[in-house]
C-alpha cells in the first residue's frame, strides 16, 4: 500500500492534477495497478538481492565468528542429537542455527546501533527496511516458507526454499570446530608449567549474572551431587545477597587473575580400575583356555593337564620375554606377573578380584558376571579407536613433559637470578660505609679493634665484641648453660662477618677463647626463625649453650653491619 500511495503522491506532484485513482482501496486492487506492480517486483528484487549479499557475508567472514559462539553451537547440537535421537539430524542442526540467529545475528542487525556496529540510531526508513530483511533472514532460519500471514513475500519462496540447505551447509560448517582444549592448547598439566596465569577482564555486574544464571540452572548442569561446580557455588553464597551487593559496585571492569584450585584432587577410582583391567586381563586368558556357558561356570570348573598345557602354550607364543606378539591388554600397566603362574594361580587370582570387585559393586553374579565379558567384547571392537586415543594421549604427556623441562629450566634461571641479586643486595649493605665512627679510647670494642689490627684478623664486614653483662642488660642475652649472672661481667660475646650473610660468634673469657664456643649463624637462619615466631635460639653446644631473644639479636645484627653507621 506504500507504494501505491507514493505513486498517487509523486503523480499529483509531477502534473499538479488530482489523481484518478482512489487512495482507499485494499491491498489486493493496488497490487494491480501497474507502476505499483512494476515497483514492487523491483524492490523484492532487490531484497532478495540484500539477503544474498547477507549470506555471502555470513560464509566469507564465518571463521571470524567467536570460537565462543561456535563452540556453544556445537554443544547444543551434540547434546539435542544426544537426546531426541531419532529425529532427523538436519532438522536438528536447523534448530541451533534459529536460536543462534534470534540470540547473537538478528539483535546486531535490528539494532545495530545498541550493539555498537554504528555510531548513531537509524532513521524510521531505515529500520523499517532493515526489518524487511531480517524478517526473510529469519523465515530462512526457521526453515519455512512464506504463508498467508506474509502473502506479498511469497513470490520469494522459491528463493527461500533455495537458501534454507544453504544456510544448513552455513550452521554444519559453524559447528565444524575443534574442542576448547586444543583451540586453546590447554589440558589439566597447563597450570603445572604455564608462566603466566590466565587473566579475566570482566564486569562486577558480569559475575553476578553468570552467578545467578548458573544457580538457577544448577539441576541440569551438575545433575550429581559431588560435582565440583555445586562447591564453587556453595562458597559464593546466596544470589539473593549478591543482587544486593550488585547495587553497590561500579560498572567499570576489574581484572581476575586465575589461580588453580582443584588440579591436586586425584582419581578416587583409580584403584578400582586398575583392579578391572587387571581382571579383565585375566579373564580373557581364561575363556581362551577354557569354555562354557557363564563366566561363573567357567570360573568353577575343574582345572586338567590339557588345560595346564594350553596355557604354558600361550605363555610360550605371547608373554614370553622372546615372544614377538602382543598379549592382551599388554599396554596396560600390570600389577602381578601372570607369566610366571601357572593356570590354576591365574584362576584363583581373577576369582579373588571378581569378589574384590563384587564387593565394591562393579560386578554381579545375577548376570553370571556377564558384564566383564561385555566391557572385553567392547575393548576388542573398539580396539583401534582405543589405540589411536593412547598415541594422542601419548603425544600429549610428551607435550607435557617437555613444557614441564622448559618450565623448570625457567624456574631454575629465576632462582639464580633471584639469589645473585639478593646476594647482591647484601654485599652492596654490608658494604656501605658511612662516617667513621668515632671510638673512645681505651674501651672494650676499641682494644678489640686495635688486637685484631695488630694480628692481621680483621673481619671483611666488621667485628663487635659485648661483654655478657651487656647484652643480659639489653634483653638480647636470655642465658649461658654454666655461668651464673654474676659471672656474665667476665664473659665477652664477639659478633663478626667475613663471609656475606654469615655471622660468626664467639666467647671468651678474657682475653682467652672458651673451648666449643663458637658458631656460625646465616642471617637466612635468624630471619626464618622470625618468620616463624621463634622466640629464642640456642648456639654454642658444645661450650655451654647460650640463649638469645631472636628479634632482639635480629636487630642488633642489622644496626651494626647493615646501616650506614652505627648508632
Same mark, same amino acid.
Given at each position: 500500500?506504500?507504494?501505491?500511495?507514493?505513486?498517487?503522491?509523486?503523480?499529483?506532484?509531477?502534473? +499538479?492534477?488530482?489523481?484518478?485513482?482512489?487512495?482507499?482501496?485494499?491491498?489486493?486492487?493496488?497490487?494491480?495497478?501497474?507502476?505499483?506492480?512494476?515497483?514492487?517486483?523491483?524492490?523484492? !528484487?532487490?531484497?532478495?538481492? *540484500?539477503?544474498?549479499?547477507?549470506?555471502?557475508?555470513?560464509?566469507?567472514?564465518?571463521?571470524?565468528?567467536?570460537?565462543?559462539?561456535?563452540?556453544? &553451537?556445537?554443544?547444543?547440537?551434540? +547434546?539435542?542429537?544426544?537426546?531426541?535421537?531419532?529425529?532427523?539430524? @538436519?532438522?536438528?542442526?536447523?534448530?541451533?542455527?534459529?536460536?543462534?540467529?534470534?540470540?547473537?545475528?538478528?539483535?546486531?542487525?535490528?539494532?545495530?546501533?545498541?550493539?555498537?556496529?554504528?555510531?548513531?540510531?537509524?532513521?524510521?526508513?531505515?529500520?523499517?527496511?532493515?526489518?524487511?530483511?531480517?524478517?526473510?533472514?529469519?523465515?530462512?532460519?526457521?526453515?519455512?516458507?512464506?504463508?498467508? %500471514?506474509?502473502?506479498?513475500?511469497?513470490?520469494?519462496?522459491?528463493?527461500? @526454499?533455495?537458501?534454507?540447505?544453504?544456510?544448513?551447509?552455513?550452521?554444519?560448517?559453524?559447528?565444524?570446530?575443534?574442542? &576448547?582444549?586444543?583451540?586453546?592448547?590447554?589440558?589439566?598439566?597447563?597450570?603445572? =608449567?604455564?608462566?603466566?596465569?590466565?587473566?579475566?577482564?570482566?564486569?562486577?555486574?558480569?559475575?553476578?549474572?553468570?552467578?545467578?544464571?548458573?544457580?538457577?540452572?544448577?539441576?541440569?548442569?551438575?545433575?550429581?551431587?559431588?560435582?565440583?561446580?555445586?562447591?564453587?557455588?556453595?562458597?559464593? @553464597?546466596?544470589?539473593?545477597?549478591?543482587?544486593?551487593?550488585?547495587?553497590?559496585?561500579?560498572?567499570?571492569? $576489574?581484572?581476575?587473575?586465575?589461580?588453580?584450585?582443584?588440579?591436586?584432587?586425584?582419581?578416587?577410582?583409580? %584403584?578400582?580400575?586398575?583392579?578391572?583391567?587387571?581382571?579383565?586381563?585375566?579373564?580373557?586368558?581364561?575363556? /581362551?583356555?577354557?569354555?562354557?556357558?557363564?563366566?561363573?561356570?567357567?570360573?568353577?570348573?575343574? *582345572?586338567?593337564?590339557?588345560?595346564?598345557?594350553?596355557?604354558?602354550?600361550?605363555?610360550?607364543?605371547?608373554?614370553?620375554?622372546?615372544?614377538?606378539?602382543?598379549?592382551?591388554?599388554?599396554?596396560?600397566?600390570?600389577?602381578?606377573? $601372570?607369566?610366571?603362574?601357572?593356570?590354576?594361580?591365574?584362576?584363583?587370582?581373577?576369582? %579373588?578380584?571378581?569378589?574384590?570387585?563384587?564387593?565394591? +559393586?562393579?560386578?554381579?553374579?545375577?548376570?553370571? =558376571?556377564?558384564?566383564?565379558?561385555?566391557?572385553?567384547?567392547?575393548?576388542?571392537?573398539?580396539?583401534?579407536?582405543?589405540?589411536?586415543?593412547? !598415541?594422542?594421549?601419548?603425544?600429549?604427556?610428551?607435550?607435557?613433559?617437555?613444557?614441564?623441562?622448559?618450565?623448570?629450566? =625457567?624456574?631454575?634461571?629465576?632462582?639464580?637470578?633471584?639469589?645473585?641479586? $639478593?646476594?647482591?643486595?647484601?654485599?652492596?649493605? !654490608?658494604?656501605?660505609?658511612?662516617?667513621?665512627?668515632?671510638?673512645?679510647?681505651?674501651?672494650?670494642?676499641?682494644?678489640?679493634?686495635?688486637?685484631?689490627?695488630?694480628?692481621?684478623?680483621?673481619?671483611?664486614?666488621?667485628?663487635?665484641?659485648?661483654?655478657?653483662?651487656?647484652?643480659?642488660?639489653?634483653?638480647?642475652?636470655?642465658?649461658?648453660?654454666?655461668?651464673?649472672?654474676?659471672?656474665?661481667?667476665?664473659?665477652?660475646?664477639? #659478633?663478626?662477618?667475613?663471609?656475606?650473610?654469615?655471622?660468626?660468634?664467639?666467647?671468651?673469657?678474657?682475653? #682467652?677463647?672458651?673451648?666449643?664456643?663458637?658458631?656460625?649463624?646465616?642471617?637466612?637462619?635468624?630471619?626464618?626463625?622470625?618468620?616463624?615466631?621463634?622466640?629464642?635460639?640456642?648456639?654454642?653446644? /658444645?661450650?655451654?649453650?647460650?640463649?638469645?631473644?631472636?628479634?632482639?639479636?635480629?636487630?642488633?645484627?642489622?644496626?651494626?653491619?647493615?646501616?650506614?653507621?652505627?648508632?
Amino acid at each position: 500500500m506504500q507504494i501505491y500511495l507514493s505513486a498517487i503522491e509523486n503523480e499529483q506532484l509531477r502534473t +499538479g492534477q488530482r489523481s484518478l485513482r482512489s487512495p482507499d482501496i485494499p491491498r489486493e486492487e493496488a497490487i494491480r495497478d501497474e507502476e505499483t506492480r512494476r515497483t514492487f517486483i523491483v524492490h523484492l !528484487q532487490d531484497l532478495r538481492d *540484500i539477503v544474498d549479499q547477507c549470506f555471502v557475508v555470513l560464509e566469507d567472514h564465518l571463521h571470524k565468528m567467536p570460537f565462543g559462539v561456535r563452540y556453544i &553451537a556445537q554443544q547444543m547440537f551434540e +547434546g539435542l542429537a544426544s537426546r531426541f535421537q531419532q529425529e532427523d539430524q @538436519g532438522r536438528v542442526l536447523q534448530i541451533v542455527g534459529s536460536w543462534l540467529w534470534k540470540s547473537y545475528l538478528q539483535p546486531a542487525l535490528v539494532e545495530p546501533e545498541k550493539y555498537g556496529v554504528i555510531d548513531r540510531g537509524l532513521s524510521q526508513e531505515h529500520k523499517r527496511n532493515v526489518g524487511e530483511v531480517a524478517k526473510v533472514l529469519g523465515q530462512v532460519a526457521t526453515g519455512r516458507l512464506f504463508g498467508g %500471514e506474509n502473502a506479498f513475500l511469497q513470490p520469494l519462496n522459491s528463493f527461500v @526454499g533455495e537458501s534454507i540447505q544453504r544456510l544448513n551447509d552455513l550452521w554444519s560448517n559453524l559447528i565444524d570446530v575443534p574442542s &576448547a582444549e586444543t583451540q586453546f592448547d590447554i589440558d589439566e598439566f597447563n597450570d603445572l =608449567y604455564a608462566r603466566t596465569k590466565p587473566t579475566l577482564y570482566i564486569k562486577m555486574a558480569d559475575i553476578f549474572s553468570i552467578h545467578h544464571l548458573v544457580a538457577s540452572d544448577l539441576p541440569s548442569i551438575c545433575p550429581n551431587q559431588d560435582d565440583t561446580l555445586r562447591e564453587v557455588i556453595r562458597e559464593l @553464597g546466596s544470589v539473593q545477597n549478591n543482587e544486593h551487593e550488585l547495587k553497590h559496585v561500579s560498572t567499570s571492569e $576489574i581484572c581476575l587473575t586465575l589461580n588453580p584450585k582443584l588440579h591436586d584432587k586425584e582419581d578416587p577410582d583409580a %584403584e578400582a580400575k586398575t583392579l578391572f583391567m587387571e581382571t579383565k586381563r585375566c579373564i580373557l586368558y581364561i575363556i /581362551r583356555v577354557q569354555s562354557g556357558g557363564s563366566l561363573m561356570e567357567i570360573m568353577v570348573k575343574p *582345572i586338567t593337564m590339557e588345560d595346564e598345557d594350553r596355557w604354558a602354550t600361550l605363555v610360550h607364543d605371547e608373554l614370553s620375554t622372546t615372544s614377538r606378539r602382543r598379549g592382551a591388554y599388554s599396554e596396560s600397566t600390570s600389577v602381578v606377573d $601372570i607369566a610366571s603362574m601357572s593356570y590354576a594361580e591365574l584362576k584363583g587370582t581373577a576369582l %579373588e578380584n571378581i569378589l574384590r570387585l563384587e564387593r565394591i +559393586g562393579r560386578l554381579t553374579r545375577h548376570n553370571q =558376571y556377564q558384564d566383564i565379558l561385555n566391557e572385553i567384547a567392547i575393548d576388542i571392537r573398539t580396539k583401534h579407536r582405543r589405540r589411536i586415543q593412547r !598415541q594422542r594421549e601419548l603425544e600429549g604427556v610428551r607435550l607435557t613433559l617437555a613444557r614441564l623441562n622448559d618450565q623448570a629450566t =625457567y624456574l631454575e634461571q629465576q632462582l639464580k637470578t633471584y639469589n645473585d641479586y $639478593i646476594e647482591q643486595a647484601m654485599v652492596t649493605l !654490608q658494604n656501605k660505609k658511612g662516617k667513621k665512627r668515632f671510638l673512645m679510647p681505651f674501651t672494650k670494642q676499641w682494644d678489640h679493634e686495635r688486637e685484631l689490627q695488630r694480628s692481621g684478623r680483621v673481619p671483611k664486614f666488621g667485628s663487635f665484641k659485648y661483654s655478657a653483662q651487656e647484652l643480659a642488660n639489653r634483653g638480647i642475652l636470655v642465658a649461658w648453660k654454666g655461668y651464673t649472672d654474676r659471672q656474665f661481667q667476665h664473659i665477652d660475646l664477639t #659478633i663478626s662477618s667475613n663471609e656475606v650473610g654469615v655471622f660468626t660468634l664467639e666467647g671468651s673469657n678474657g682475653p #682467652i677463647a672458651m673451648p666449643g664456643a663458637s658458631a656460625q649463624v646465616p642471617l637466612d637462619d635468624l630471619l626464618q626463625a622470625q618468620f616463624n615466631n621463634t622466640q629464642h635460639l640456642e648456639f654454642f653446644d /658444645r661450650g655451654g649453650e647460650v640463649k638469645v631473644n631472636v628479634n632482639l639479636f635480629l636487630h642488633l645484627i642489622m644496626r651494626k653491619f647493615y646501616k650506614d653507621r652505627d648508632s
